[in-house]
């Protein structure tokens, strides 16, 4: 059964036009994070949530925002998406920081 | 468009050969690693881990092994198999209390051919 999921695992947004992401757990980790990967290159971590504290690296642009409603759920919101942000964005989750991190499959966005 | 990636290292072996894909970390205050497995259009898989007390560890088919003193990370797949066909992250995860951060190593594009 799947443990980490994301929806859709394929999206197509024009140019500038919002789109959100989603990933979901059953595994009631503590922590999920938010991965870009774009093509023949390793994940690249744009945030992660421990818990409800949201944690921002330095260079995630302005643009990438996420949300965390609850223990199960998180989301990516891109606010104005950029031909540049056409990638893999990979959903990983961890019991607690310093674990394991297990991934979703991916969500393919392409921006047109 | 999408930018152009960085082109990965490649292994190429035989159905039925052992595989050994290496990875160099950059942290000596590193504790943890880990190795995953990515198949073409799907996200990381874990495959096997390690804690910097141990030198070795073994799973089904694969074995890591780490020296610490070089800083060096290596996974052995035995007796490799075309579902073995991926590409293959190491991963370091470094960090302390509630903030700690994986970073990946470039990853390796493995081949098996039948």
């Known amino acids: 059964d799947a443990m980490v999921i994301q929806n859709p695992r394929y999206q197509v947004t024009q140019f500038g036009k919002p789109v959100t992401l989603s990933c979901s757990q059953t595994l009631n980790h503590n922590v999920m994070y938010w991965y870009q990967q774009k093509s023949s290159q390793a994940p690249k971590l744009l945030f992660h949530y421990y818990d409800k504290d949201f944690n921002n690296e330095a260079d995630t642009p302005d643009n990438f925002q996420s949300r965390r409603p609850n223990t199960s759920f998180c989301f990516l919101d891109i606010r104005s998406p950029g031909l540049g942000d056409t990638a893999m964005y990979l959903c990983?989750?961890?019991?607690?920081?310093?674990?394991?991190?297990?991934f979703g499959p991916g969500t393919r966005l392409t921006v047109l | 468009g999408e930018s152009v990636g960085l082109h990965l290292p490649t292994l190429s072996v035989q159905e039925g050969d052992n595989s050994i894909i290496n990875c160099a970390y950059s942290?000596?205050?590193?504790?943890?690693f880990i190795w995953y497995k990515q198949e073409s259009g799907k996200g990381p898989q874990f495959i096997i881990d390690?804690?910097?007390?141990?030198d070795k560890r073994q799973g089904q088919r694969v074995t890591v092994l780490l020296n610490k003193t070089v800083k060096h990370l290596s996974l052995q797949i035995a007796a490799t198999q075309p579902g073995d066909s991926a590409v293959y992250f190491c991963?370091?995860?470094?960090?302390?209390?509630?903030?700690?951060?994986?970073?990946f190593g470039k990853g390796t594009l493995l081949t098996v051919n039948p």
């Open positions: 991963a370091e995860n470094i960090g302390g209390g509630s903030n700690y951060k994986l970073t």
């Open positions: 942290n000596s205050a590193s504790d943890y």
């Open positions: 390690i804690r910097s007390n141990m």
């Open positions: 990983a989750t961890e019991r607690q920081t310093g674990d394991t991190q297990y």
